[in-house]
């Protein structure tokens, strides 16, 4: 099956801590993307990638940082700085970049403790 | 700055009716328009896209209008079932490769 796979379904993070959600596409899209989304707000991206090795901020990068070593990989890491993380994370694909229609994974809930 | 707005946050209809949501945008010249569908807990799935030269768009009991002059989009959902509750996202798309905007989303509920 073709798609986006996302983990994990929840993940728990304790102050100070950096974590990692992983983000993996077979589809052979060339974009990659992550959001997070808050009660009320909508969607929000973070950070977006049209090819391997390069990426670009979006809109609430602060906090958060990425990689793209692989065209098929898109790993967000949330950062001790960023000082509010709970939120749904989704990451999405496009077949070449962005404004297209996006493929989105089943999504992280992260939560503080 | 852009800004992308749906009519509402909730929506509630009885089966069978017709159920509409708005989409309205402003400071902005999208090139084309998506509809998503979100289910609680789970990442959108992708409805329908209408580019800036059409005016409506269909698919089964789906159907997208899109007026660039009003810069509204309607989307309907005709003979609505209990099935249809959920999320639905606006976002627009240009031409010039920026990345998607998308709206807060409307949750429909449709009782039996």
């Known amino acids: 099956d073709g798609g986006i796979t996302q983990s994990p379904k929840y993940l728990f993070r304790k102050e100070g801590q950096n974590v990692t959600l992983s983000c993996e596409q077979n589809?052979?899209?060339?974009?990659m993307y992550w959001y997070r989304q808050d009660p009320g707000q909508g969607l929000r991206l973070i950070y977006y990638?049209?090819?391997?090795?390069?990426?670009q901020k979006g809109d609430i990068a602060e906090g958060y940082s990425v990689s793209r070593e692989k065209k098929e990989s898109f790993p967000l890491t949330v950062t001790s700085a960023q000082k509010n993380p709970t939120a749904f994370y989704l990451c999405?694909?496009?077949?070449?970049?962005?404004?297209?229609?996006?493929?989105f994974g089943p999504g992280t809930r992260l939560l503080v403790l | 700055s852009q800004k992308i707005e749906q009519n509402s946050e909730a929506l509630n209809i009885q089966e069978g009716k017709t159920a509409t949501l708005t989409c309205n945008y402003t400071?902005?010249?999208?090139?084309?328009l998506q509809w998503y569908r979100q289910d609680p807990g789970r990442g959108p799935v992708f409805l329908l896209l209408?580019?800036?030269?059409?005016k409506e768009k269909r698919k089964e009991r789906l159907k997208v209008t899109f007026d660039t002059t009003l810069k509204q989009s309607l989307f309907h959902i005709t003979a609505s079932q209990p099935a249809d509750s959920a999320t639905y996202l606006c976002?627009?798309?240009?031409?010039?490769?920026?990345?998607?905007?998308f709206g807060k989303g409307t949750t429909l509920s449709v009782s039996s």
């Open positions: 999405a694909s496009s077949r070449h970049g962005p404004g297209e229609t996006q493929y």
């Open positions: 589809l052979n899209h060339d974009a």
């Open positions: 990638s049209q090819i391997v090795n390069d990426f």
């Open positions: 400071n902005y010249s999208p090139a084309y």
């Open positions: 209408i580019r800036e030269n059409e």
């Open positions: 976002a627009l798309g240009s031409q010039a490769g920026t990345a998607l905007i």
